[in-house]
């Protein structure tokens, strides 16, 4: 039985009526579709707008005239909408002939076109009908027209399982080529500068290292550094400066240098009077004593000429040499017997005889010779024409000086 009652066309210039029926409407498969019938139904009273109009539920008499359709866009609309396409994932010439997308393909319209391949990076899985593929998962890609998630691996710089997630390579480490092995680590001494990296190459040597390459990096020597990855030499410390070992990584490391102190970044000469053990450290000497210009330890201090240490190891201030004595280098020597010196005296000759006695300074004094009498000093004074003295260290002045026997001094 049709679908629809037959729709009659009654003629504009005559009582003659046409009589159009409706076929039954069927999708792919023997399904009955309601919409498509109702669009056809538009479609057909399209055609019959050419003039006069249908009734509808009457039949035909013997004297009726077909009135065939003559309007072509209605006739063109309706042989459409009683073709079937195959529906997305699906291909094939249409109606009841359509066929799923094979596992590897999908087909994203409908239509008659055949099915595509999954793009690079994409699955599609058996029997499926895809109207897309599925993303591979994070990090791992597949070649065109996969099948499987397992199809999925990782990519390079990254790593993991077949058809999971894959992780970055971490920073020193890189991975050259796509699927689940491990990534590989730099060279001793060298990193990558992010995560992910996908060959050697992008190894450099870290800081503190240089070298042409990251299979050849070799820590910075002493006095130099390098603060950044991938220098290809180090850097020089500035002048008096170096580095407490090898591999520094920062100009910060480069100290002064034993010797010499830090002021404003630079490093002048220890000046006299104290001393520098290295780095910013200045240290004066104690009290009282000096050091010559570029000392580097407190036993470079030393008292001056005329000044003594007590301690022996300059443990406190030196102190002036005291009368009878003589001090050089710090250290305190008593003037020969009979002779004496003065305050703040530095060398043996300061040593001088005392009055009654006579000699070289520095040297042996003797007592004073008869005849004679002795001030202090080199030489011993004669006594006078026809005086004599035999007062020996008594003999300091000339009043030890008197007239021999027989003779007296005149007022």
Known sequence: ????????????????????????????????????????????????????????????????????????????????????????????????????????????????????????????????????????????????????????????????????????????????????????????NSATQDAGATAMSQCDCIAGYSGPGADNCTACPSATYSETSGAAACTPCQGNSSTPEEGSSAASDCVCTATFYEVDGECPQCPIGSYCSGGAAITACPSGSTSPAGSAASSDCFCPDGWKDDSGVLQGSCVECGVGTWCAAGVETQCPDFSTSEALSNEAADCVCTAGYFGPDGGTCAECSDNSFCLGGTEATPCGASMASTDGSAAVDSTACSCVAGLFQAE
């Open 1 to 188: 039985m049709p679908l629809y009652p037959p729709l009659r066309r009654w003629s504009s210039n005559s009582d003659s009526v046409g009589v159009l029926r409706l076929p039954a409407i069927r999708m792919a498969g023997g399904r009955k579709s309601a919409v498509k019938a109702c669009v056809a139904l538009i479609a057909l009273l399209s055609i019959a707008t050419s003039g006069g109009g249908f009734s509808v539920g009457a039949q035909p008499s013997a004297g009726d005239k077909a009135v065939p359709p003559r309007h072509g866009i209605g006739r063109r609309l309706l042989r459409r909408l009683l073709t079937t396409d195959c529906g997305p994932g699906y291909t094939g010439p249409g109606d009841s002939d359509c066929t799923p997308c094979e596992a590897g393909e999908y087909k994203p319209s409908s239509g008659s076109s055949a099915c595509l391949p999954c793009p690079p990076g994409n699955y599609s899985s058996v029997d499926s009908a895809a109207s897309s593929c599925v993303v591979c998962p994070t990090g791992s890609t597949s070649d065109a027209g996969s099948q499987n998630a397992t199809e999925c691996t990782c990519m390079e710089g990254h790593t993991g399982e077949d058809g999971e997630i894959c992780s970055q390579c971490t920073i020193g480490e890189y991975k050259a080529e796509n699927g689940s092995a491990p990534c590989d680590a730099c060279p001793d």
